[in-house]
């Protein structure tokens, strides 16, 4: 208690010490860097980019054991995490300074290319998946600020969003700092710290299937320092499926994509992508389970787009007749949406730029928006994962919401679109966004 | 890898190995046979009616070495539990063919029946609870494809909802197949994978009760090979109180039906399935705890179905008043409700037959059907689990939509129930039905 | 089994087995007193209230052993949980008369006091929170009961509130009877089992966030007979933050009183208080990761009660403009408002009331008590405690709220208000929780 006590001494008369290293002119990066400031945590999100070195409370150039000895004192819940780690273990140990440097005024934060130095094969692995588009971990920071929706969505949110897509930036999104332990990000704990909520339920999806609920049942139990590798786990976890044997890159088997678009399962390439999910699953399975998994999956996947279609078409019906009320003429552009400022146009369905339709659309376009990417994403998951209560119960949200459409698409026609004139849509909206960001 | 490299391959050339064994020309059953065809799931939910051996792959006889010496190659997972299991490390081992045949070309995946010819205790435990009536494990499978609304639901719902009920089909719902483990089958996590999400939030309830966190907090760490019996636990989970002495029948305490109608529990009947209940909870409680909680439980229940049917007569009034819209003679019946066709008539609550309003009602009618399945059913359950925090969210949620009915009931009597009209219900539902089935 | 079969024989020709302890008679307290009678389970959450001592059963004094003797029998689980304890493993054990007293026909269901008597320091340090205010863990009973909306909602949902806050009348909330474990106090299961859902999802923020997920992976292998000190736990839990050392006072940290009100992060008192938690972060973090992760959640804060005021505004200007209906004037006042008997006015805001506003409100009202305080304080937990998933979620609710309420007020200006007079308020509501208290 005594170091506790002198610490809360220091630190009432000591102002400067709650002020941190992002700069406070720091600027956004990325397609609408002006749109966008880095808000303080930017700085732990993306240390490459934001982390600037603090300076006047310790000065001095400190070698490892030195470190350690002031460390022990200030902060003993670090060194000891170091200390139960792989880095400190090793015959020639990883010290303090081989990833933030010895000078005390220069401290670095380290992002994914310190790690990579000694980890090449793992950053390449991840710098791999860039080739097969977003999702993917790889891309998750750059793709998230250089989304349209980001200059125009209130910063408080898009901010929250960065700190899962700094998986990106940095390493301790899986593996804790300072002991860096492979063992734990084998974990589903791991990955569902983000993977979770719409429209990523993955935990939801996993823990409410089978292999999840052996899991939740023997998991602790288990020797987790083994490799993802056939006969060490007695089911998969997340990291076993898309992460086999360790490999970072997890995006060469990604058929569906989230879900988000329609795609063709059984092109050449899908064909192959496939393959490659069902030589994961025979680890355990005769073929043929995976295959009729599939299967399943495929004919859950056409049932629910055939749903998605019908209330595209149903909304383009409204667009021709002139009824989506405010139209796009009626509501300010997207800011970055230069196209639009001079024909403006609703954008309706994913491949009319749909994941751009958060905010700033009319009523039953939001209700769209949120049919295809909360609504249909989640029962994706569910599917993906075996998850069967889950299924069902998304299933059900899906036809209630097509429904509801339906029947507020039918009353919009009868009345001309006239009583769901959303108010803040005026203008007001893109105006209150751009005061705040 | 090379085994998973030359399947990849196998698989790339051999399109034959994506087929799996459910006949294309295979049938719906029971009373509504003909309104719905099995998907390729069902011949893993419903083997003993739906597997069909599959051929042409590998022919031939093996006893159970040869099928392990083959197998340990191809799938080690499943050896590798199988190994684990009492059928391994039984004097005279239970080997593969006497689940699943010895003619490689005609093998059998296990159901009922097939457990049964070595258990038949517990099949026959289960096989007792069908005098209780529904719900109960035994029926699941056979009541669901019997529900009138099973004929006329989406089919993509109602083929979810069978993954869960395949409970009474199989036993590896609860004993993951090969371990078939009865300390599996012991704990929470073995019933919750079904028993979650509305209308059975049962996970919910326990996790969140004064059991549940003790489970939670030291579970894992309990010997679950002791079996359910009076101090082997320190507090009960699901399958204590449900599954008492391993008793596969657990309908015998079922007072109140998962909350589905009202009961009278000072029925004679109800006072002995009561006196059961609470034999169980003095297992750990003094009698009159046990009996504090099911007069709490009454009192709760008895609250609820006065709302209920307050409710009920709120609706019944629009029904005399003609306010319904569409009414029961504005929509095409059930195709099983012969009754119907000649008589329509809306079906209010759950004695008129409300079990089977999730589809194809109006919109207040939907709304009571809300209240009544997922509110008051789930409010039920935290009760019934003294999961408290739980209790205060369904009470206040019940509480608001009795309020939005009675809204909604004020201004349809305002309006006469013209602006209430759903699109979808104009014949459409039913057609779009019947063409997806 | 045997012993059971002969309970159940008792149980069903011993009607006065199932009657406990509570007097029919006994009364409500607090400011309220004659609006509301206790239920039955108020006998075991506040004890010393409300227990009386059963008779007729058995009769007799006993000293220890003898308890144990019968109860080995009749409650076995009992006898062995306080095996299991510290009460039975001193020196000088601590047995059953110590807490229920020895006469048989006056035995006593011990609360805060009798604990309190061997253990004057956590009582005191329990105490001690009051001067902080409310919440705390020390006034949740009597603030309860003395909140007007008590003695205005229906019964069974503020019934259900009083099991979590019992809290303060009974130590068994957090150490469960008969063993009254530290380390179970220790884990976070000990505090979700209340601190779940709206409006306080701290399970759901804990677990989510960094902390959680790896007290989710490793928790169960911990020493939780480890006091709660620096270097004792590899990530904090509930109590580690918030009941460092064991300190039975919660209060002393608590600068943004769960979200409910905005508060002067600079003020001195707020200061202390902050400088209060950056010393526990200290024990594993720099302390700027502390003193930026608070600029964080105060730029939040500060961000949320803009939007909040901005609704407040919206809602004051349809109030001016007598366009809230139904008014206060139409509506009847709370039973306890005498002042708004005379004058009635709409409490719109926390400083003006809205804490009393779940019920008996308009419409519009009612939505702004649910952005309040469910979404917004769920959001400040999700911050709170470092869970990005569930920020970027709550921040979309929030803000999805404000523009449903925004779009509400300009259709209830276009309208006059008219189309939103909910039936229920016509002097209903009051009349009937009158009926049913």
């Known amino acids: 208690m005594r170091i506790a006590d002198s610490l809360l001494v220091v630190g009432l008369i000591c102002p400067w010490l709650v002020w941190a290293g992002l700069d406070e002119n720091a600027q956004g990066f990325g397609e609408y860097a002006d749109q966008w400031r880095p808000d303080p945590m930017h700085e732990y999100w993306d240390p490459e980019r934001y982390h600037r070195p603090e300076s006047g409370r310790v000065e001095g150039v400190f ?39 010895a000078d005390h005024a220069q401290l670095s934060l380290p992002g ?12 390449a692995q991840m710098e791999e998946e860039k080739q097969y588009g977003f999702p993917s971990h790889a891309l998750a920071m750059e793709r998230a600020v250089d989304s349209r929706h980001f200059a125009d969505k209130p910063k408080a949110e898009v901010t929250a969003c960065l700190q899962c897509h700094s998986v990106a930036s940095k390493c301790d999104s899986c593996h804790t700092r300072h002991r860096f332990d492979a063992a734990e990000a084998r974990r589903p704990e791991a990955c569902i710290t983000c993977h979770s909520g719409p429209p990523h339920p993955d935990d939801e999806a996993y823990l409410a299937g089978a292999h999840g609920q052996r899991y939740r049942q023997e998991g602790k139990n288990w020797d987790w320092s083994r490799p993802l590798r056939q006969g060490n786990y007695a089911v998969p976890t997340c990291a ?14 990604a058929v569906w994509k989230f879900g ?20 994961v699953c025979v680890d355990c399975h005769p073929p043929e389970v995976g295959a009729v998994f599939f299967r399943a999956l495929d004919v859950e ?5 055939r749903k998605l279609y019908e209330v595209e078409r149903l909304l ?7 009824l989506l009320t405010p139209s796009a003429r009626e509501r300010p552009p997207y800011p970055m949406d230069w196209l639009a400022r001079v024909f403006p146009r609703e954008r309706i369905g994913f491949y009319e730029g749909q994941a751009s339709a958060f905010y700033n659309v009319s009523a039953i376009e939001r209700d ?28 059900e949200r899906m036809d ?16 001309g679109g006239v009583n769901l004139v959303p108010l803040w849509m005026k203008g007001e909206y893109t105006e209150f966004n751009r005061d705040h960001n």
């Open 368 to 395: 769209y928006f949120e049919l295809w990417y909360f609504t249909n994403l989640g029962l994706y998951k569910g599917m993906a994962h075996g998850a069967g209560e889950m299924v069902r119960r998304y299933q």
């Open 316 to 322: 383009k019906g409204l667009r021709s007749d002139a």
């Open 63 to 101: 070698q490892g054991e030195a470190c350690l000895e002031c460390h022990l004192v200030v902060t003993p819940g670090i060194v000891k995490e170091w200390r139960s780690s792989r880095h400190a273990q090793a015959e020639q140990p990883v010290l303090c300074p081989a990833c933030h440097g």
């Open 112 to 123: 994914v290319k310190i790690c990579g130095g000694c980890h090449p094969e793992r950053l």
């Open 240 to 253: 076993y499926c898309h992460m086999k044997d360790g490999n970072h890159q997890v995006a060469d088997k």
């Open 400 to 415: 209630d919401e097509v429904w509801a459409i339906r029947e507020k698409v039918g009353r919009m026609i009868k009345k």
């Open 301 to 305: 996947r056409s049932e629910s787009w």
């Open 260 to 279: 988000i678009r329609e795609i063709n399962p059984e092109s050449a390439e899908n064909q192959i992508k496939r393959k490659r999910w069902q030589v």
